[in-house]
């Protein structure tokens, strides 16, 4: 069992590019969640799905977009990178809301993000 | 919205020390309740749970007493180990689907 599995680990991008954060999860979950974590604030929620073509935004969602297309993807698209982005990114996933509730969330190994 | 406090850190121990790191939080209704931890260089995992008011959730000699009463959820732990070093993160899934709401984590580092 792969659980959640996040592409790529390390990525360095320059002030403008654009780019996808790949998110994959083998577990059938429904909710699948995007989390920023920065030193002193925690993990801060920039998106989040409860299903197949179900998106909402979090606390930070400014210059991220997602799409559910499937159960299993989650991806994370940043449109134009700027160095205030420049972050740890996690995703993560649960069986839904009974599952959120008693589980709470599987993580991801996560993807380093450097924007210069 | 629903929130979660933590105390700062970081918190620097002797191994075989007690520890506790405080966690407080508001929401509506009842929430559950969770700490989740996080070694250098990884993911986040959970640690415990508690799903209702008094439950005691517990794992590798880490406990915590959902208090409701209180709005508590402090992380103990009788005697601490140096692998034990990492950041604590308590969170909380409440009525707001889909979410699950962090607190600002807290640094343990155990010396030897």
């Known amino acids: 069992n792969a659980g959640v599995t996040q592409t790529p680990k390390f990525q360095v991008l320059k002030t403008g590019q654009s780019m996808t954060l790949q998110c994959a999860q083998d577990?059938?979950?429904?909710?699948m969640s995007w989390y920023r974590q920065d030193p002193g604030m925690g993990l801060r929620l920039i998106h989040y799905?409860?299903?197949?073509?179900?998106?909402d935004q979090g606390e930070v969602p400014n210059g991220y977009n997602v799409s559910r297309s499937t159960t299993e993807d989650f991806p994370l698209r940043l449109l134009s990178a700027a160095p205030s982005q420049t972050s740890v990114y996690f995703c993560?996933?649960?069986?839904?809301?009974?599952?959120?509730?008693?589980?709470?969330?599987?993580f991801g190994s996560g993807t380093r993000l450097t924007v210069v | 919205g629903d929130s979660v406090t933590q105390m700062e850190g970081p918190v620097t121990l002797s191994e075989e020390a007690f520890l506790t790191i405080n966690c407080t939080y508001t929401a509506t209704g009842y929430p559950s309740l969770f700490w989740y931890v996080q070694y250098p260089g990884e993911g986040l995992q959970l640690l415990l749970k508690?799903?209702?008011?008094?439950d005691k959730g517990s794992n590798k000699g880490f406990e915590a007493t959902y208090r409701k009463e209180t709005t508590s959820f402090h992380l103990e732990k009788g005697s601490v180990q140096v692998s034990d070093s990492a950041v604590y993160f308590c969170?909380?899934?409440?009525?707001?689907?889909?979410?699950?709401?962090f607190g600002q984590g807290t640094e343990l580092s155990v010396k030897p």
């Open positions: 993560a996933s649960s069986y839904g809301a009974g599952g959120l509730r008693d589980y709470g969330y599987t």
């Open positions: 508690a799903t209702k008011a008094d």
């Open positions: 969170a909380l899934s409440g009525n707001q689907g889909g979410k699950l709401i």
């Open positions: 577990m059938n979950h429904e909710y």
């Open positions: 799905s409860v299903g197949a073509g179900i998106t």
